[in-house]
Nanobody, 115 residues
Framework: QLQASGGGLVQAGGSLRLSCAASGRSFRTNTMGWFRRAPGEEREFVASIIWNGSSTVYADSVKGRFTISRDNAKNTLYLQMNTLEPEDTAVYYC??????????WGQGTLVTVSS
């Protein structure tokens, strides 16, 4: 089970840090990631990180502003979001892969960026 937290209301240019705590099983060997769904839009990929943190992938829209990281000792995934823009407003979901597919999903945390 994945539990995302850390969302909230922030002004444009501000920062937020999302956390995703895993429980019930360990995700230490899984690739994990963040997706988001803006109002009226499809869910989109934001970032991913492999099991040991040595490789990350970002959507072009967040590259240079967001940083994904993980602490396997705490079974927790993070997303540091800087220089936030109104276009970043969305519900953010953490997820974990099983094989090639995103199988495990958290319930989401709402991020609202005001202009």
């Amino acid at each position: 089970q994945l539990q995302a937290s850390g969302g909230g209301l922030v002004q444009a240019g501000g920062s937020l840090r999302l956390s995703c705590a895993a429980s019930g099983r360990s995700f230490r060997t899984n690739t994990m990631g963040w997706f988001r769904r803006a109002p009226g839009e499809e869910r989109e990929f934001v970032a991913s990180i492999i099991w040991n943190g040595s490789s990350t992938v970002y959507a072009d829209s967040v590259k240079g502003r967001f940083t994904i990281s993980r602490d396997n000792a705490k079974n927790t995934l993070y997303l540091q979001m800087n220089t936030l823009e109104p276009e970043d407003t969305a519900v953010y979901y953490c997820t974990a892969k099983l094989g090639a597919n995103w199988i495990y999903w958290g319930q989401g945390t709402l991020v609202t960026v005001s202009s």
